[in-house]
């Protein structure tokens, strides 16, 4: 079975502190998704990767970035917390040209 | 652009009656579609897509959904509910960009409740 593991189910935070969210998938994709998911608003694409070192901004990126040093590992980061950034975040890997995306348990992330 | 719209934020229902949730999505060109279900504090799993082919698409724990290309719709239906299917569904959309049917717009999801 794919497995995308996020390294965290729930994290508090403070404002202003610099956030990493981590997600791991062990089935060689080439293809990672970030998503915030809020009540109401359904999942939004914040930043994708097809490759290792490669990002590209999704439809909300204001306030993240990302790193991808290797084909595995897809991390989302917070430079500077805002309350506004309290969300669920999922993680999704695909093959490139794949079915389907898998997802992780997510990350619900508060920050105060 | 491309959107879904789900129609239906929330569906009550009583067990073992039948439920349609209602997608309908916008797009200039050909797209993937896709129904994901997310169980409360977990992640989403894929219920079922349709990619090409035959537009009656039968997906897991019984469900199925038929693609209308003219009403640019994709309703997700089931026969006949149970307690365990109360969870939150989402409609959504592949973009059409290089080779990942993982870069995908979203509806907003509809809470189906399926009460005793």
């Known amino acids: 079975d794919v497995k995308v593991t996020q390294s965290s189910r729930y994290l508090v935070k403070r404002t202003g502190e610099k956030v990493f969210l981590e997600c791991v998938q062990d089935m060689d994709h080439e293809n990672m998704f970030w998503y915030r998911q809020d009540p109401g608003l359904g999942l939004r694409l914040i930043y994708f990767s097809y490759d290792v070192k490669m990002k590209e901004k999704g439809d909300i990126p204001e306030g993240y970035s990302v790193s991808r040093e290797k084909k595995e590992r897809f991390s989302l980061i917070l430079e500077s917390a805002s309350t506004n950034q309290t969300s669920m975040y999922l993680c999704a890997s695909s093959l490139w040209g794949g079915p389907e995306a898998f997802f992780g348990q997510g990350t619900r992330l508060t920050v105060v | 652009a491309q959107s879904v719209t789900q129609l239906d934020s929330q569906v009550p229902v009583f067990e073992e009656a039948p439920v349609e949730l209602r997608c309908n999505y916008s797009?200039?060109?050909?797209?993937?579609l896709f129904w994901y279900v997310q169980y409360p504090n977990q992640g989403l799993q894929l219920l079922l897509k349709y990619l090409s082919g035959s537009t009656l698409v039968k997906g897991i724990n019984g469900f199925e959904a038929e693609f209308n290309k003219s009403q640019t719709s994709f309703h997700l239906r089931k026969p006949s509910v149970h307690i365990s299917d109360t969870a939150e569904y989402f409609c959504a959309v592949s973009r059409p960009q290089g080779g990942s049917q993982g870069n995908l717009i979203f509806g907003k999801g509809t809470k189906l409740s399926v009460k005793p």
């Open positions: 797009s200039s060109v050909s797209v993937y």
